[in-house]
């Protein structure tokens, strides 16, 4: 049945409008009273003014001896003044100003004689390290306004200035409700069928970003009449509600009509993708938004809705983002209806950010934490080309984006072996790598957005691997090959070989998963194709294509196909039987100017390190 959606309201017509409902339903904070010394982190209620002064006595603010600075005057290096023993007080630091005394000279700039007496060869001046009475806070003065973040030296400023507590804005409670018949509580070893609920936790860790807290209700079965009283009960105890799942228009998507029971909605489908299925509605002054089921959808509805609702109990205004300037590494291709949140990572090559888009759909929960930014592409735009420059929302410091090693093209494991290494060296480096095949790595060569690229590439007339497409897509250089490791590419197949598959020319004997086009290991298997005169049209699944070894390899053991071309590490990890086709060279191609970069040096002494080469033994099927 196809979906069909009440709007496909513009997303920023849809929040200002949404956040007007609220305001005008009485959607506003509540207060509460709390110690000042755990106050840090909140946001006041009211403006605090000092009820003391600080400090509220004349103190010394060094160690020496409190005088009258009228009995130095005329002290000079040639004729110093000598102060009798009961015309000087020691005084240290924070001790109250003796009476009758009005400065204090630091002990290193007095000479004790043997009868006790001081000789001072300066004159002290009035109230000379002498820290006077509202030096720094003087009673009355306004410590902090409303609606501000308390810091922890404001939190010190309150205590400073005798405000023992603090009044500040209650955290806005959002109850988040899970719904599906498929949702099960996380558990190591789901049954076929069960989905594990892992967005609340995702949305309760936002939330807390946000200055909110999530509670958490049981998962609710897709029973119209459980999702109402489960309803019915949070907007009892919360704050706002977040429905998840259920927002879409199938046929047990009850969220809309659920809210509309008890309240009113708004808006039903929102011009964005992911995150079109959103509903915006509340029930009296309680906000209640339903959720898409799918993670990254619905991150994309935190942030741009759920956020403002919180901003909104603060009374803080638009959040900020903190925006850079890039490169496009990849071509993005978009929908005129949509305004689009493309993921990317980001990294300095040369002396320009690069932003390489991450593939993965709606549920891919990991295209977010791999993403460095976010691109938005506004809705009636067709795409944007590669190399164009564009701006870029920042998911993380800048800091970390400039030290951050982009490595793209072919897909192994041992990438991550290497990214985990370098993090464990603790200075500061990362590396990210998208998986755009051995041909998006040349790409991204050419066009300077990405330091390494991963490559196997089979020349069909030599056998050789990798140098004659360096030849042929870099004619004038400026690049160089550099020897990675070798790898056995094969068949992985179910374990115990139930089809008795022996080489490539039984892929026919069941359904098979490939890889996607450009990847190298897809130009094996063509090479491979021609070879043994297979007719791909024939080979049930051929064109069902996967960016990862570890993704053909999943799809064997789970039953979606039952052949695949991988390597032998993935086949290893997911206990599935290997039959080895051939021998291969997994290698990098670096541009001239990126191998000077200190980020890539070390990228290649991990490559010949004694802890790289016993995590490829422990892989298994590698040679250095």
């Given at each position: 049945?196809?979906?069909?959606y009440?709007?496909?309201?513009?997303?920023?017509?849809?929040?200002?409008?949404?956040?007007?409902?609220?305001?005008?339903?009485?959607?506003?904070?509540?207060?509460?009273?709390?110690?000042?010394?755990?106050?840090?982190?909140?946001?006041?209620?009211?403006?605090?003014y000092?009820?003391?002064?600080?400090?509220?006595?004349n103190?010394?603010?060094?160690?020496?001896?409190?005088?009258?600075?009228?009995?130095?005057?005329?002290?000079?290096?040639?004729?110093?003044?000598?102060?009798?023993?009961?015309?000087?007080?020691?005084?240290?630091?924070?001790?109250?100003?003796?009476?009758g005394?009005d400065?204090?000279?630091?002990?290193?700039?007095?000479?004790?004689?043997?009868?006790?007496?001081?000789?001072?060869?300066?004159?002290?001046?009035?109230?000379?390290?002498?820290?006077?009475?509202?030096?720094?806070?003087?009673?009355?003065?306004?410590?902090?306004?409303?609606?501000?973040?308390?810091?922890?030296?404001?939190?010190?400023?309150?205590?400073?200035g005798?405000?023992?507590?603090?009044?500040?804005i209650?955290?806005?409670?959002?109850?988040?409700?899970?719904?599906?018949?498929?949702?099960?509580?996380?558990?190591?070893?789901?049954?076929?069928?069960?989905?594990?609920?892992?967005?609340?936790?995702?949305?309760?860790?936002?939330?807390?970003?946000?200055?909110?807290?999530?509670?958490?209700?049981?998962?609710?079965?897709?029973?119209?009449?459980?999702?109402?009283?489960?309803?019915?009960?949070?907007?009892?105890?919360?704050?706002?509600?977040?429905?998840?799942?259920?927002?879409?228009?199938?046929?047990?998507?009850?969220?809309?009509?659920?809210?509309?029971?008890?309240?009113?909605?708004?808006?039903?489908?929102?011009?964005?993708?992911?995150?079109?299925?959103?509903?915006?509605?509340?029930?009296?002054?309680?906000?209640?938004?339903?959720?898409?089921?799918?993670?990254?959808?619905?991150?994309?509805?935190?942030?741009?809705?759920?956020?403002?609702?919180?901003?909104?109990w603060?009374?803080r205004?638009?959040?900020?983002?903190?925006?850079?300037?890039?490169?496009?590494?990849?071509?993005?291709?978009?929908?005129?209806?949509?305004?689009?949140?493309?993921?990317?990572?980001?990294?300095?090559?040369?002396?320009?950010?690069?932003?390489?888009?991450?593939?993965?759909?709606?549920?891919?929960?990991?295209?977010?934490?791999?993403?460095d930014?976010?691109?938005?592409?506004?809705?009636?735009?067709?795409?944007?080309?590669?190399?164009?420059?564009?701006?870029?929302?920042?998911?993380?410091?800048?800091?970390?984006?400039?030290?951050?090693?982009?490595?793209?093209?072919?897909?192994?494991?041992?990438?991550?072996?290497?990214?985990?290494?370098?993090?464990?060296?603790?200075?500061?480096?990362?590396?990210?790598?998208?998986?755009?095949?051995?041909?998006?790595?040349?790409?991204?060569?050419?066009?300077?957005?990405?330091?390494?690229?991963?490559?196997?590439?089979?020349?069909?007339?030599?056998?050789?691997?990798?140098?004659?497409?360096?030849?042929?897509?870099?004619?004038?250089?400026?690049?160089?090959?550099?020897?990675?490791?070798?790898?056995?590419?094969?068949?992985?197949?179910?374990?115990?070989?139930?089809?008795?598959?022996?080489?490539?020319?039984?892929?026919?004997?069941?359904?098979?998963?490939?890889?996607?086009?450009?990847?190298?290991?897809?130009?094996?298997?063509?090479?491979?194709?021609?070879?043994?005169?297979?007719?791909?049209?024939?080979?049930?699944?051929?064109?069902?294509?996967?960016?990862?070894?570890?993704?053909?390899?999943?799809?064997?053991?789970?039953?979606?196909?039952d052949?695949?071309?991988?390597i032998?590490?993935?086949?290893?990890?997911?206990?599935?039987?290997?039959?080895?086709?051939?021998?291969?060279?997994?290698?990098?191609?670096?541009?001239?100017?990126?191998?000077?970069?200190?980020?890539?040096?070390?990228?290649?002494?991990?490559?010949?390190?004694?802890?790289?080469?016993?995590?490829?033994?422990?892989?298994?099927?590698?040679?250095?």
């Open positions: 049945m196809k979906h069909q009440l709007d496909n309201m513009p997303l920023e017509e849809a929040r200002e409008k949404y956040l007007e409902l609220l305001k005008n339903n009485g959607f506003s904070y509540k207060t509460e009273i709390i110690p000042a010394a755990l106050s840090f982190g909140r946001v006041s209620a009211r403006a605090h000092a009820k003391i002064c600080s400090p509220h006595y103190a010394s603010s060094m160690d020496g001896i409190a005088v009258n600075s009228e009995d130095t005057y005329g002290a000079t290096e040639r004729e110093p003044a000598v102060l009798s023993r009961d015309s000087f007080t020691p005084v240290d630091t924070g001790d109250p100003l003796p009476e005394k400065a204090v000279i630091m002990i290193e700039d007095v000479i004790f004689t043997d009868d006790g007496c001081a000789k001072i060869y300066s004159a002290a001046r009035p109230f000379m390290n002498v820290r006077q009475i509202g030096e720094d806070i003087c009673m009355g003065d306004m410590l902090i306004p409303s609606f501000s973040e308390i810091t922890p030296t404001l939190a010190g400023a309150l205590l400073a005798g405000n023992i507590n603090a009044e500040v209650k955290k806005p409670v959002f109850g988040i409700i899970p719904t599906g018949d498929e949702i099960v509580s996380p558990k190591e070893e789901p049954e076929k069928g069960e989905i594990l609920e892992f967005n609340s936790t995702v949305f309760s860790g936002m939330l807390s970003s946000f200055g909110a807290e999530g509670k958490i209700y049981p998962i609710i079965p897709d029973k119209k009449e459980l999702i109402k009283a489960t309803l019915e009960k949070a907007v009892r105890e919360c704050d706002a509600v977040l429905i998840l799942a259920g927002s879409s228009a199938g046929r047990d998507d009850y969220t809309c009509d659920i809210i509309k029971s008890l309240g009113s909605v708004l808006v039903h489908g929102i011009a964005v993708k992911p995150g079109k299925p959103a509903v915006l509605g509340a029930v009296g002054s309680i906000p209640v938004i339903g959720l898409p089921g799918y993670p990254v959808s619905a991150v994309v509805i935190m942030n741009e809705i759920v956020r403002y609702v919180a901003d909104g603060y009374n205004g638009k959040s900020s983002v903190s925006k850079v300037k890039a490169k496009l590494g990849r071509k993005v291709v978009s929908s005129l209806k949509y305004e689009e949140f493309i993921r990317v990572t980001l990294g300095k090559v040369a002396d320009t950010i690069a932003a390489v888009p991450i593939s993965g759909g709606a549920g891919v929960i990991t295209s977010f934490t791999k993403a930014g976010i691109l938005r592409v506004p809705q009636n735009l067709e795409g944007i080309n590669a190399g164009e420059e564009v701006e870029i929302e920042l998911l993380k410091d800048f800091d970390k984006i400039e030290n951050s090693l982009i490595v793209t093209g072919s897909h192994d494991p041992i990438i991550d072996e290497i990214s985990d290494i370098m993090k464990r060296m603790g200075e500061g480096l990362s590396l990210t790598s998208t998986h755009l095949g051995s041909m998006g790595a040349i790409t991204a060569l050419k066009s300077s957005t990405a330091h390494l690229g991963a490559v196997h590439l089979l020349d069909e007339n030599t056998g050789e691997y990798n140098k004659s497409y360096i030849n042929k897509y870099f004619p004038e250089g400026g690049v160089k090959l550099v020897k990675g490791v070798k790898r056995v590419q094969g068949l992985m197949v179910q374990k115990g070989n139930p089809l008795g598959i022996k080489d490539f020319s039984d892929i026919v004997k069941g359904t098979y998963i490939n890889r996607q086009g450009g990847s190298g290991t897809r130009v094996l298997c063509e090479w491979l194709v021609k070879k043994y005169g297979i007719d791909k049209d024939a080979v049930k699944g051929y064109y069902n294509e996967e960016f990862t070894h570890t993704a053909v390899a999943a799809g064997i053991k789970n039953g979606n196909a052949v695949g071309l991988g032998y590490s993935a086949a290893k990890m997911y206990d599935l039987d290997f039959i080895p086709v051939c021998n291969e060279e997994y290698d990098f191609i670096v541009s001239e100017k990126a191998a000077e970069n200190e980020n890539v040096k070390l990228f290649f002494e991990i490559l010949v390190s004694d802890e790289f080469r016993n995590r490829l033994e422990k892989l298994g099927g590698y040679g250095v």
